[in-house]
């Protein structure tokens, strides 16, 4: 069973910082893709950040130049370093896994959230 531990979220003022973490454990299959989502009240989920076992990584285009991802020397691990935040980027932000599984489409796993709050 797949299991996420996230951590990072809080309360910070407009402009301020938050480092997002997240360690997925329970698949000994490969994990080939990890990253975030997140959903504001009212309003679809949204893509923010991406990270590739290969490295590569994308980024909506809302948050390039301020956000950035990153993987931990453990596979099952990362991170989401998150500047100049703003008040609409309040939101509970999902952590999320892509496993690979032998002769099987990749599936996808959700962290249980974590929200960040944006406010003066």
């Known amino acids: 069973q797949v299991q996420f531990v996230e951590s990072g979220g809080g309360l910070v003022q407009p402009g301020g910082s938050l480092r997002l973490s997240c360690e997925a454990s329970g698949t000994i299959y490969p994990i080939i893709a990890m990253g975030w989502y997140r959903q504001v009240p009212g309003k679809e989920s949204e893509m923010v950040a991406t990270v590739t076992r290969n490295g590569n990584t994308d980024y909506a285009d809302s948050v390039k130049g301020r956000f950035t991802i990153s993987r931990g020397n453990a596979e099952n691990t990362v991170y989401l370093q998150m500047n100049s935040l703003k008040p609409e980027e309040t939101a509970v932000y999902y952590c999320?896994?892509?496993?690979?599984?032998?002769?099987?489409?990749?599936?996808?796993?959700w962290g249980q959230g974590t929200q960040g709050t944006v406010s003066t």
């Open positions: 999320y896994i892509s496993i690979r599984y032998p002769s099987s489409n990749p599936r996808n796993y």
